[in-house]
């Protein structure tokens, strides 16, 4: 579900050899109301637009995500309630973003790139309904 766009900080990164491309995207960004930091170069290069987003801060991504065709979703630490954009090759305009509250559907991408939490070996399961010690 989306969000109102003046509700949404923008960081957008070009991950391209082409110059320019950040500019053009968060200026089409600002246009439709986001609120956009200054654009950068990513360190890496991406195969497809990408859309990172930390925790809690699903429906900003989701806004974001809609209003570039075909952009993936990803979750990561540390952007707070800030929205990265990282442009791929694929990029080539910003579309408006949908009301706030509409339902999307996105692409999103789980990395295998964290660590599993270890549990203790001693770690029983607890049923909530379990009724045993009344």
Do not use: K, W
């Not at 806004?63 to 990265?84: I, K, Y």
């Not at 706030?100 to 939490?117: D, L, M």
């Amino acid at each position: 579900v989306t969000t109102e766009p003046q509700d949404v900080t923008v960081q957008v990164s070009n991950s391209t050899a082409a110059s320019g491309r950040a500019n053009t995207a968060s200026a089409e960004l600002a246009q439709h109301g986001f609120n956009v930091l200054d654009p950068d170069d990513y360190s890496t290069t991406v195969q497809t637009t990408t859309v990172l987003f930390s925790a809690g801060n699903e429906q900003a991504a989701a806004t974001v995500a809609a209003s570039f065709p075909n952009a993936h979703m990803e979750r990561v630490s540390g952007l707070g309630d800030v929205v990265q954009v990282v442009l791929g090759p694929d990029f080539s305009t910003v579309n408006a973003p949908p009301a706030g509250g509409s339902a999307v559907s996105v692409n999103i991408s789980h990395s295998g790139s964290s660590t599993p939490t270890q549990l203790p070996d001693d770690l029983t399961v607890t049923n909530a309904a379990d009724v045993t010690c009344e």
